[in-house]
């Protein structure tokens, strides 16, 4: 694959890996951070991308296993990387997704967030989803209604309290 090609499909796809990320990570700068190593990753290791599959969801299972590392990580360190490596990738446009909603999501368990986003949100399949994350499609299904049930109370609650989540989407 050439680099041209690589910018195309980066660009393509960093709205869902961004929405992917800012719903796992702690914050927006541990996102953000994640999508950088994410591209940085994917670039390096291009050659082991297997064209059968969706680009995708291989980056999606590169971000997460990003935020994983990144999580367990004891110590921080620089990440060095060659400026030209990414000087021709776009940078990433944030879909439009409330910063309540992303701040809800990570409440819930990782493992039912990502679910809840790559079936939910990203519109991936069950059986998708379940070859993303390695797991049996009984497992995603069980997760997604666990992630639906949560969500749905924290959603109450949080309009219960007298944060209207929704208003953003509305206005």
């Known amino acids: 694959m050439d680099d041209q090609r690589f ?3 980066v660009r393509a796809h960093s ?3 961004v ?3 800012r719903s796992l990570a702690r914050d927006r700068g541990a996102a953000e951070e994640a999508v950088q190593d994410t591209l940085v990753r994917a670039w390096r290791y291009l ?10 969801g291989w980056l999606l ?3 997460r296993r990003v935020i994983i590392d990144h999580g367990a990580a004891a110590t921080r360190r620089p990440l060095t990387i060659d400026a030209t490596m990414l000087e021709n990738v776009a940078p990433p446009v944030v879909p ?5 909603i992303i701040d809800l999501l990570r409440r819930l ?3 039912h967030a990502e679910v809840l986003v790559i079936t939910g949100v990203l519109g991936y ?3 998708d989803a379940a070859a993303m994350l390695d797991v049996p499609i009984g497992t995603i299904r069980s997760r997604l209604a666990r992630s639906r049930a949560a969500l749905a109370e924290l959603l109450a609650a949080s309009n219960a309290a007298g944060h209207d989540v929704g208003a953003a989407r509305r206005a």
């Not at 050659?47 to 995708?56: I, K, L």
Request: hydrophobic letters at 35%; a negative charge; charged letters at 35%.
């Open 7 to 9: 910018d195309e499909l």
């Open 61 to 63: 299972r590169i971000c």
């Open 15 to 17: 709205p869902a890996l």
């Open 47 to 56: 050659d082991s991308f297997d064209a059968r599959g969706s680009f995708e």
């Open 125 to 127: 399949s069950y059986d």
């Open 109 to 111: 368990p990782t493992s």
């Open 96 to 100: 439009d997704a409330s910063d309540d």
């Open 19 to 21: 929405l992917f990320a």
